[in-house]
């Protein structure tokens, strides 16, 4: 152990001076940079436990902290009611996350391993209409649920749930990829022993592919937490019915903000804890997706 | 199906008009039936309704809404005039009925030949049974894409075509059509492309806007990303995993979060400005979203802030799967590392990501988030429905959602498609895996 140790020191003594120099500054330089990156992640959880109230404060950090803006988002239900929004967010989350799972591992099985005629055709299309700002027909799509009465009372979550997953199978591409890897001689096997392609989908794919199915799954049960654009245009005023990101945005309306901003700071933790470590755990996923897709 | 016209005999005919006909001949009952019972259902719905919302469609309605004396309560009351909106997206899902009836026309001449074909070869036609068999099997793609895309033509094709069609109507809160509204053609194009009047130059300075965002904003974070990527690789640097882990930790935490305390931190009063007058360094406060060049600037130093690390995520294992020979061989021919960057790294990147910065480009130009949840679009010349930071996107929804021009927000919607194909045409013409798809293989 102590030899290795001395192994090494006279591998760095080995090196000239300037050289040496030059990794401390690379070092020093990233680690400058890492900084800069974590400020605002810093001062979010700074503000989150400072005492004194208001949205500005008139040093960087807080001269007294406390528990009370996390306290104030369970027990203050006079504005905002915190747990409602987390449980709205929940309902929805994990009925997305199902269905769009469902229907983004089928596309991107069906377009992986699958030859048929309509196939190139069928990508075709979903690229042109991923072309198309996606907000077109969000737009599009709260008119149609005003006209069906939808975006009032519980129907809303219904609206939310089929504006989450409805077009999931658009988004077909990393799972795709993972699918692409998978050799092809596997597949051949089993039908030249008389496996049906349900069956060889059924035993020999779908164990291969757990990992993709889990990120799929995480990936869209974060969906609603990390959306902010589609569930405000859908909620509209309804309280009732906000997501946390809709819930927190108003916390900073011009009204609210005073009351609240340390409060936001709060929630803002509260939720990045869970979607961090989501991201965290699937994060490989995002790497070997991508170099996947490309080999597609 | 033209085969099947051709050589089909006069039941393949008549399955075109008769839908099943040719099924329930060959004994296939079940089959038959359910084509017959569909056109049955198609039929009924165009006689019941379909003809009549077609036939409004073509004037999105007449009737105003009007004021009746109601002579016996004495009061005016209302009665309900023509509602152009209900009538467009009724039109709308009545013609999306009708092509899907056509193409049920087409499965069942289809079927019927197929039918036909093997009543012919075994002297009977596959059972019902082996139909659904079949799909599990040799038409399994059919049974797994059919949900999904379902509900890709109800949610985004169908409200898409709902929304692109008011580009060319005059539903706008102007001349209050809001209610009755007409087509008009493309009188909205024009009046938006037009370099001069109030909309076009607000249009076009948008767009000139849009375009250097998406350019500064993907190149920025792809090379600084990749650099950042290569900066960790380096040998030379000591716990790789933990500097890696710092950058994406900025990327686990959601976007509207950062981007919202972001935006909290750049005001005149919030915190950056503190610490800076804190410390010294400034006396008045930085205009960060308030002077038009410092708020476009802030925005992509934003939006580096947020993508970098993204970027870094994804190119690390790029980086490492490049070819460790093709280093070798440059290091024994004596090139420096400025030269292995150029000649071999960042072709290679090229390469391989092409496909990334096609979708990072569209990505930023509909980057509605960083623009809305930071600078809001401001700062906004008096008079003028957009900002100087605000993007197509950003526009379209202060143009819908708040102003209520959805004629003019629908061709801006349009336009934005349209920039969207044509840069990335022109990426996929020019590029490297368009021209030499094998290159580095």
């Known amino acids: 152990m102590s030899k290795q140790i001395k192994a090494k020191k006279s591998a760095w003594q080995k090196k000239p001076l300037h050289k040496r120099i030059g990794i401390i500054l690379a070092h020093v330089v990233l680690a400058l940079f890492a900084f800069l990156w974590l400020i605002p992640i810093f001062w979010v959880i700074l503000t989150s436990f400072r005492a004194t109230k208001g949205s500005y404060s008139s040093t960087f950090i807080p001269t007294a902290f406390s528990l009370d803006n996390y306290i104030k988002l369970f027990t203050d239900f006079s504005v905002f009611n915190f747990p409602q929004m987390l449980l709205n967010t929940l309902i929805v989350a994990a009925a997305t996350c199902v269905l769009s799972t469902f229907f983004v591992i089928s596309v991107a099985y069906t377009l992986s391993r699958l030859r048929f005629k309509s196939r190139k055709p069928l990508m075709n299309v979903a690229m042109i209409i991923n072309l198309f700002p996606g907000f077109m027909s969000m737009i599009a799509n709260y008119y149609i649920f005003k006209m069906l009465g939808w975006t009032n009372g519980p129907l809303l979550r219904l609206a939310m749930i089929a504006v989450y997953s409805g077009g999931a199978g658009l988004g077909y591409h990393i799972a795709k990829g993972f699918f692409d890897t998978i050799p092809i001689a596997l597949d051949e096997a089993a039908m030249l022993d008389g496996c049906t392609k349900w069956n060889v989908l059924k035993k020999i794919i779908m164990p291969l592919s757990k990992p993709i199915i889990v990120f799929t799954l995480l990936n869209s049960f974060a969906g609603p937490f990390k959306d902010f654009m589609l569930a405000k245009i859908l909620c509209g005023p309804n309280k009732d019915y906000f997501t946390v990101a809709v819930g927190m945005y108003q916390m900073l309306e011009r009204e609210y903000i005073d009351q609240w901003f340390c409060s936001f700071a709060a929630a803002a933790v509260i939720i990045s804890i869970p979607v961090a470590s989501l991201f965290l755990t699937t994060q490989k996923y995002y790497s070997i997706g991508f170099s996947g897709s490309v080999k597609g | 199906m ?31 039936t359910l084509f017959l019972a569909a056109e049955a259902g198609v039929v009924l719905f165009t006689i019941q309704s379909g003809l009549y919302n077609l036939d409004k469609l073509t004037t999105l309605g007449t009737v105003a809404q009007q004021k009746v004396w109601n002579d016996e309560k004495s009061i005016f009351e209302y ?45 009977r036609a596959p059972t019902f049974e082996q139909d659904i068999k079949a799909l599990l099997d040799e038409r399994l793609q059919f049974s797994l894409l059919s949900l999904p895309i379902l509900g890709v033509i109800a949610f985004i094709l169908l409200p898409l075509i709902f929304m692109s069609s008011m580009a060319f109507t005059n539903y706008s809160v102007l001349d209050s059509k809001l209610v009755l509204f007409d087509w008009v053609g493309f009188k909205n194009f024009a009046r938006t492309l037009s370099m001069n009047g109030s909309l076009g130059s607000t249009f076009w300075s948008v767009l000139g806007w849009t375009l250097v965002w998406a350019l500064a904003a993907t190149f920025s974070n792809y090379i600084l990303g990749m650099l950042l990527a290569l900066f960790i690789n380096w040998k030379e640097i000591r716990l790789k995993k933990f500097w890696r882990f710092t950058f994406v930790l900025t990327v686990a ?41 410092w708020a476009r600037i802030t925005v992509i130093l934003i939006n580096i802030w947020v993508g970098v690390p993204y970027t870094l995520l994804q190119t690390t294992g790029i980086l490492q799967s490049i070819p460790q020979e093709l280093y070798e061989s440059a290091r024994v021919d004596g090139a420096n590392p400025f030269v292995t960057f150029f000649k071999i790294t960042l072709p290679y990147m090229l390469f391989v990501t092409t496909p990334y910065l096609i979708t990072s480009f569209t990505g930023n130009i509909n980057n509605f988030n960083v623009i809305y949840l930071t600078s809001t679009g401001l700062p906004r010349a008096v008079g003028s429905t957009a900002g100087d930071t605000d993007l197509l996107i950003t526009w379209l929804y202060k143009l819908t959602i708040d102003n209520q021009y959805y004629d003019v927000g629908a061709v801006i919607g349009i336009m934005t498609f349209i920039t969207l194909s044509i840069a990335s045409l022109l990426t996929f013409r020019f590029s490297g895996s368009y021209r030499n798809e094998e290159g580095f293989r």
């Open chain 2, 253 to 293: 935490v959601p976007h509207f979060v950062t981007l919202l305390i972001m935006r909290q931190m750049l005001q005149p009063n919030g915190a950056i400005n503190v610490l800076l007058q804190n410390m010294g360094w400034i006396k008045e406060p930085l205009p960060f979203f308030t002077d038009t060049m």
């Open chain 2, 79 to 123: 009665v309900d005039g023509d509602r152009s909106l209900n009538i467009l997206l009724y039109g709308i899902i009545t013609v999306a009925i009708v092509v899907f009836g056509l193409l049920l026309l087409r499965a069942s001449v289809k079927s019927a030949y197929s039918a036909e074909q093997s009543w012919k070869k075994y002297g």
């Open chain 2, 2 to 32: 033209l085969t099947a016209l051709r050589k089909g005999s006069l039941w393949v005919w008549l399955s075109a008009l008769i839908w099943g006909l040719g099924n329930l001949i060959r004994r296939q009952f079940v089959k038959g």
